[in-house]
């Protein structure tokens, strides 16, 4: 099972930003399409954002579009999510997913399309 790395997860006011970053081993980062969810107390582990194996496929939940923005490096083999213009019904525990794919330019939604998972980064919005 591949290993993913969270971090910078905090509190943060409503209004205010945060980035998420999740660092994968260098062959899960190769050859996997990979996303963020967030489950909220009390409720179902949602979709989040996701971005394709070659970058040039990106998905968000409506919620969250044009406030959000996934992006990954190569170099770093590490997925970030920008998060801007926070709300307090962001507020959740984040976590990254790795889905194993051959093809370049897939993308998913779905968690359970999605192989291997982060430990989860708690994200705090105060109002």
């Known amino acids: 099972q591949a290993q993913l790395e969270e971090s910078g997860g905090g509190l943060v006011q409503a209004g205010g930003s945060l980035r998420l970053s999740c660092t994968a081993s260098?062959?899960?980062?190769?050859?996997?399409?990979l996303g963020w969810f967030r489950q909220a107390p009390g409720k179902e582990r949602e979709f989040v954002a996701a971005?394709?194996?070659?970058?040039?496929?990106?998905k968000y939940t409506d919620s969250v579009k044009g406030r959000f923005t996934i992006s990954r490096d190569n170099a770093k083999n590490t997925v970030y999510l920008q998060m801007n213009t926070l709300k307090f019904e962001d507020a959740a525990v984040y976590y990254c997913?790795?889905?194993?794919?051959?093809?370049?330019?897939?993308?998913?939604?779905?968690?359970?399309?999605?192989?291997?998972w982060g430990q989860g980064t708690q994200v705090t919005v105060s109002s």
């Open positions: 997913a790795a889905e194993y794919t051959y093809f370049p330019d897939s993308v998913n939604v779905d968690r359970l399309d999605y192989d291997y």
């Open positions: 971005i394709s194996r070659s970058a040039a496929k990106t």
């Open positions: 260098e062959r899960t980062f190769s050859t996997c399409a």
